[in-house]
């Protein structure tokens, strides 16, 4: 009885270590397989079983993106300006054979690497330089790690600088320069202002002097046709009385008492000549006096328009002028 206790327990101790030997490998993630001491195969996820006492599992990798931040490193700028630069790497396994078998360890390998191209890269750049390229830093030190980093199985992806950390008293000086170009920048923006409200007042004062300078064109325009108008319509009138004299045959009570009423209007004290006949009762000598009044009228209302005409030109001139 014994001796059949001890190969039942024997039986599942090997039972046991035969259920040891299965492998569930997760999705993204690989075992590195060896072989009595070599590389044998990389199981990918799934179900993997190995051999008893020949075969064992090297490493566990996951080949998903990983990132990694180090330290800040100090780095001296092209002017001799010490600075503290951290980086994040994100890079991702490629090559699980070379990952597990082509460095000691890739990660510090990685972190040296970044160390030394950072310091190779910045030091070709002055710290202005240096704060405003980070995107042109970040292509140039994936570029050489990604290289470097091929013969170890790891796909560098993207670099990014973190930090970027002047000394104090460089930060204290570029606080004060962006103090004062945020000051000089409102002084010019003031400036500006004052400037555009003055010339937009100036405009508003021209346009108003202009407008009123047509106005009062305009004024004086209306005026002196208005003039010109009452002017024709006396002449007018004129020429229109003497033609219904001339052409309506009255008789010679109708003549007496007209030619009162012409006396009267000569004696107003307007007329500039007056011819009185030696016959008031003669009908030749009072027609020729009422002629000649109204030629003395007629000849005045164009002596008053030609001067309106000669001051509305003047105006004109001098406005041109």
Known sequence: MIGFYIIIAIIILILVYLFTRIRIVQQASCLVVQRLGNFNRVCNSGIH??????ENVYARLSLKEQVIDFPPQPVITKDNVTIQIDTVIFFQITDPKLYAYGVSNPLVALENLTATTLRNIIGDLELDESLTSRDAINSKMRIVLDE???SWGVKVNRVELKNILPPQDIQTAMEKQMRAEREKRQAILLAEGDK?????KAEGEKESIILRAEAKKQEQ?????????????????TATGLKYIKDV????????????ETFASVADGKATKIIIPSDIQNMAGLVTSVMEIAKDNKQENVVNKEVIETSNEEKKETKKK
């Open 249 to 260: 045959d009255v008789d010679k009570s109708t003549i007496n008492i007209k030619s009162l």
């Open 196 to 200: 555009q409200a003055a010339i937009t």
């Open 221 to 237: 325009i209306k005026h002196a046709e208005g003039e010109a108008e009452a002017i024709r319509l006396v002449n007018e009138a």
């Open 148 to 150: 470097a980093s091929d």
């Open 49 to 54: 079983v190995l051999m008893p006492f020949i």
